[in-house]
């Protein structure tokens, strides 16, 4: 690893002692296959993924010294930009490759998020170049498997554990089923999509190519996303946790459960409820003088 790219995910200036105790991982630290199936499964089943801040109109800082702050020192939880900058600080500093990624969400991932109806859908071009590329990913080598393994531990909804960046690789997870397509558009350029089995079927997630992205990169979609009026994460609280049993979503007062045996439900909580379902099932203490904003 050369001098430029050790410094660029801050690595250096990563707790990482406290990082590692913040997810519970006690194990090795060598920059293996092995280690980093286990950094990703204690990330995405530990820190909760959460907009709090975002909704109530708090700034939210991207720099590793902020995101150490909320994440990792005050156990809060973030969303994708700020797990994703976490996350490389701790792969840089273990000693993995590291590759910033940007991801474009689909229409299939609001229905695995329970936030849309089900209905058939066919995957087109128009429904992915409609949505902005703001879902922050990874591409991860290790010392000791010559492919790369995609990492996403900012979605919310796992995976649990890196899926290797191979164009028809299909992997069952305890239960939770992804695959990786790639598809060659008309100018030539790979396209990526990670997609999700449920009862209906195989939903896309998100399209991604690989072109590198940068920490500044990540801060430009961080700033649209937490200051733009049309961004969903200005609208209501948006809070998710992952465990390898089950995906909890609480979406203003509307809290969804999706199991991995592919069953659902879905329930309205009363206000009063939201603060006491947000540190019992997800992890996440609410000061009471700032209330949870985002119910209406």
Same mark, same amino acid.
């Given at each position: 690893?050369?001098?430029?790219?050790?410094?660029?995910?801050? /690595?250096?200036?990563? !707790?990482? &002692?406290? %990082?590692?105790? $913040?997810?519970?991982?006690?194990?090795?630290?060598?920059?293996?296959?092995a280690?980093?199936r286990?950094?990703?499964r204690?990330?995405?089943t530990?820190?909760?993924?959460?907009?709090?801040?975002?909704?109530?109109?708090?700034?939210? /800082?991207?720099?590793?010294?902020?995101?150490? &702050?909320?994440?990792?020192?005050?156990?809060?939880?973030?969303?994708?930009?700020?797990h994703?900058?976490? =996350?490389a600080?701790?792969?840089?500093?273990?000693g =993995? /490759?590291v590759? *910033?990624?940007?991801?474009?969400v689909?229409?299939?991932?609001?229905r695995?998020?329970g936030?849309?109806?089900?209905?058939? $859908?066919? $995957?087109?071009?128009?429904?992915?170049?409609?949505?902005?590329?703001t879902?922050?990913l990874?591409?991860? #080598?290790?010392?000791? &498997?010559e @492919?790369? %393994?995609?990492?996403d531990v900012?979605?919310?909804g796992?995976?649990? %554990? +890196?899926?290797e960046?191979?164009? *028809?690789k299909?992997?069952?997870?305890?239960?939770?089923q992804?695959?990786?397509?790639?598809?060659? *558009?008309? #100018?030539?350029?790979?396209?990526?999509?990670?997609?999700?089995?449920?009862?209906?079927?195989?939903?896309?997630?998100?399209a991604?190519?690989? @072109?590198?992205? %940068?920490p500044?990169?990540?801060?430009v979609g961080?700033?649209f996303?937490?200051?733009?009026?049309?961004?969903?994460?200005?609208?209501?609280?948006?809070a998710?946790r992952?465990?390898? &049993?089950?995906?909890e979503?609480?979406h203003?007062?509307s809290? =969804? #459960?999706?199991?991995?045996?592919g069953?659902s439900h879905?329930?309205?909580?009363? $206000?009063d409820?939201?603060p *006491?379902v947000?540190?019992?099932?997800?992890g996440i203490?609410?000061? +009471?003088e !700032?209330?949870?904003?985002?119910?209406?």
């Amino acid at each position: 690893m050369s001098a430029a790219t050790e410094s660029l995910w801050s /690595g250096s200036e990563l !707790d990482l &002692d406290g %990082y590692l105790t $913040r997810i519970g991982h006690h194990q090795r630290r060598d920059p293996s296959t092995a280690t980093l199936r286990a950094l990703h499964r204690a990330h995405v089943t530990s820190i909760p993924f959460e907009t709090l801040d975002i909704v109530a109109g708090r700034p939210v /800082g991207l720099d590793l010294a902020s995101v150490q &702050d909320k994440l990792v020192r005050r156990r809060r939880g973030g969303y994708c930009y700020e797990h994703v900058v976490l =996350f490389a600080a701790v792969l840089e500093r273990l000693g =993995f /490759g590291v590759t *910033g990624l940007h991801g474009r969400v689909t229409s299939d991932a609001l229905r695995l998020l329970g936030l849309r109806s089900s209905t058939s $859908r066919r $995957r087109d071009a128009v429904r992915v170049i409609d949505r902005p590329a703001t879902h922050a990913l990874l591409c991860v #080598t290790t010392a000791d &498997d010559e @492919n790369p %393994y995609l990492c996403d531990v900012g979605f919310g909804g796992g995976p649990l %554990y +890196p899926i290797e960046l191979v164009s *028809g690789k299909k992997c069952d997870q305890q239960g939770w089923q992804f695959a990786l397509e790639r598809e060659v *558009g008309e #100018t030539g350029i790979g396209i990526w999509w990670l997609r999700q089995h449920t009862p209906e079927g195989w939903l896309d997630r998100y399209a991604f190519t690989l @072109n590198p992205q %940068y920490p500044v990169d990540y801060g430009v979609g961080h700033h649209f996303l937490s200051t733009h009026s049309s961004s969903v994460f200005r609208r209501r609280l948006f809070a998710q946790r992952f465990r390898p &049993d089950r995906h909890e979503v609480l979406h203003g007062t509307s809290r =969804f #459960t999706a199991h991995a045996d592919g069953t659902s439900h879905e329930t309205t909580l009363r $206000r009063d409820e939201v603060p *006491g379902v947000l540190r019992a099932e997800f992890g996440i203490d609410v000061d +009471p003088e !700032d209330g949870v904003p985002g119910l209406d």
